[in-house]
């Protein structure tokens, strides 16, 4: 049952995270928040931390019996798995994302500026982007999924 609840709220999570930022709702805090839309992503950002933190210690706190033993051929596969998602987490990061509009920076520094970004209407398609649409969550999948404690 444990484990029924911490799925649950962990899809409550992400169907959360997913809200905030989907066209519709950004849409409704462009013309709500007008000129201070900069500040938008910031505060998603923020929420998306102060949400995830406890979820991550409470998930950290739950029954954690090993499921998969790695003995010497899996191991191989579990650090080249871990190596692979490491690399494709920064790839991603510094590579196919513009690092300071992901975190809201870019855009509070064009705050009261002529410069827009929009960032909703320009779905990029290039890179990592081109192969998976979210290759950061991916990779922190398959590294949670390997896990480096044992």
């Known amino acids: 049952m444990e484990y029924v609840f911490t799925t649950s709220l962990w899809i409550g999570y992400c169907a959360f995270h997913s ?9 409704l805090m462009s013309r709500l928040l007008r000129n201070y839309y900069a500040f938008y992503r910031l505060f998603y950002i923020l929420i998306s931390l102060v949400l995830l933190i406890p979820l991550i210690k409470y998930t950290g706190q ?6 998969i033993t790695y003995g010497y051929p899996l191991s191989i596969v579990r650090y080249a798995l871990i190596a692979g998602s490491l690399t494709m987490f920064f790839y991603a990061f510094f590579f196919n994302y513009d690092s300071l509009s992901f975190f809201g920076i870019r855009q509070i520094l064009n ?8 960032s909703s209407t ?3 398609k290039n890179g990592l982007l081109g192969i998976i649409r979210h290759p950061m969550y991916l990779a922190l999948i ?3 999924w390997c896990g480096l404690s044992e």
Do not use: W
């Not at 739950?62 to 499921?67: C, E, H, K, L, P």
């Open 142 to 144: 398959v590294f949670s």
């Open 62 to 67: 739950a029954d954690t019996r090993i499921i």
């Open 19 to 27: 809200y905030l930022i989907s066209i519709g709702f950004t849409n």
């Open 111 to 118: 705050f009261k500026t002529a410069k827009d970004i929009d």
């Open 122 to 124: 320009d779905i990029r």
